[in-house]
């Protein structure tokens, strides 16, 4: 949103109260994912109203693309913005993961996103890379158990 002063005051009641109270005039999200998968959102906020430059939409693309490298733990924190980009397709695109986060999908009857989010939980929670992890669920070495305490309650379980 370019303009926080531009929106409705009943559109976004508490984001308008908070941002009036920061002194923020616009708000930008970009989302951070590969492929059809959204691993999460930067949010960019400034207090002037305006849209973009062409060359600051450029440096936040390049941004978008090292965060969420970085998120799936694939991007080195040591390499400058524009030696990652040019690693984006080749790694971000990677066949194993993408193998990996099909074959979790499938085995625990669970969305893309989630069978993403549970190799990453793996693969933080026992100190491997994402792309190990992954080459062992591919390989048949790994495979991850469903989740033995599930959070969603269906009304049915909550009626008993």
């Not at 965060?67 to 694939?74: A, M």
């Not at 085995?107 to 190990?132: F, I, K, M, P, W």
Request: proline share 6%; net charge negative.
């Amino acid at each position: 949103m370019p303009d926080l002063g531009r929106v409705r005051e009943d559109r976004w009641p508490t984001l308008l109260i908070e941002a009036s109270a920061l002194n923020v005039r616009a708000e930008f999200c970009f989302p951070l994912h590969i492929g059809d998968i959204t691993l999460g959102v930067l949010t960019l906020v400034r207090r002037t109203p305006g849209h973009l430059t062409p060359l600051q939409g450029d440096d936040v693309d390049v941004l978008a693309v090292a965060l969420t490298k970085r998120v799936l733990d694939l991007g080195s924190p040591l390499r400058s913005a524009a030696e990652n980009q040019d690693l984006v397709a080749p790694v971000l695109h990677h066949a194993v993961l993408h193998q990996a986060t099909g074959m979790v999908s499938v085995q625990l009857s669970v969305t893309l996103a989630e069978a993403l989010l549970r190799l990453r939980a793996y693969a933080y929670g026992n100190s491997r890379t994402l792309t190990d992890t992954a080459r062992d669920v591919v390989d048949r070495r790994l495979r991850l158990e469903p989740d033995p305490h599930p959070t969603n309650v269906t009304e049915d379980e909550d009626e008993d």
